[in-house]
């Protein structure tokens, strides 16, 4: 396979990124451990340790465009992200977030300069509740049906070993976690047995219905 012309031209990009994306995520979990209290164990930082095994990762996915597919298709389901923080870059629009508290759509906007960045599951499960993992879903925008949409993602994992106690008091390894909500994503397929872990919620799948977005969007 032969690498796009950046990376051909200058190696390091991708090193020199994937550091400085690694030691932002850490910032940010720092932050977000000294708001809420973490100490110790818990402090957010102490299950991203640089040097120990973790699945995290750097994304390209590209999206089939719009018709290509009748129905499901095209775009990503309603979905959290099993990992700790999603840095997520792209110029084309069609990610949506289920505002908090209600079952509504918005678009987040690409914009220049920026990166959207989300909470997943590791970080709802490892903070005992306290942060909670954003609902999204890629959907066709109706200005950028003709544009072929690119995302790269930088998929901030926690330690496969880390373990997590669900609001059940279950326990979990990490690792386990991944596997069980990768099977899911592998189905192709919206089971609805499968919602409360694929998006946090009982009997939900979010699809989006085609005449009813072309009516408000
Ligand atoms: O492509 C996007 O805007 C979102 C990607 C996403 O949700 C994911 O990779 O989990
Ligand atoms: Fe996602």
Not at 119 to 134: A, K
């Amino acid at each position: 396979m032969v690498a796009p012309r950046p990376l051909q031209e200058d190696g390091n990009i991708l090193q020199a990124n994937i550091s400085a994306l690694r030691d932002i995520s850490l910032a940010i979990l720092d932050s977000l451990s000294q708001s809420l209290g973490l100490t110790g164990m818990s402090h957010l930082t102490s299950t991203h340790r640089v040097g120990e095994a973790s699945t995290t990762a750097l994304g390209l996915l590209k999206y089939l465009s719009h018709g290509t597919s009748e129905d499901i298709g095209v775009g990503h389901i309603a979905h959290t992200d099993a990992g700790s923080l999603s840095f997520v870059f792209t110029d084309v629009p069609g990610l949506q977030v289920a505002l908090p508290g209600t079952v509504e759509w918005a678009y987040i906007p690409p914009r220049e300069g920026h990166a959207i960045v989300n909470v997943g599951d590791s970080l709802h499960l490892l903070s005992q509740g306290r942060l909670r993992s954003s609902l999204h879903r890629v959907e066709p925008y109706l200005d950028a049906l003709n544009r072929t949409k690119y995302t790269i993602v930088y998929l901030v994992r926690p330690e496969t070993d880390a373990v997590f106690i669900d609001g059940d008091g279950k326990e979990w390894k990490c690792k386990d976690w991944y596997l069980k909500k990768f099977e899911i994503f592998g189905k192709g397929a919206i089971d609805l047995s499968d919602s409360f872990v694929l998006t946090g919620r009982e009997n939900y799948d979010g699809r989006w219905n085609p005449l009813t977005a072309a009516a408000t969007v």
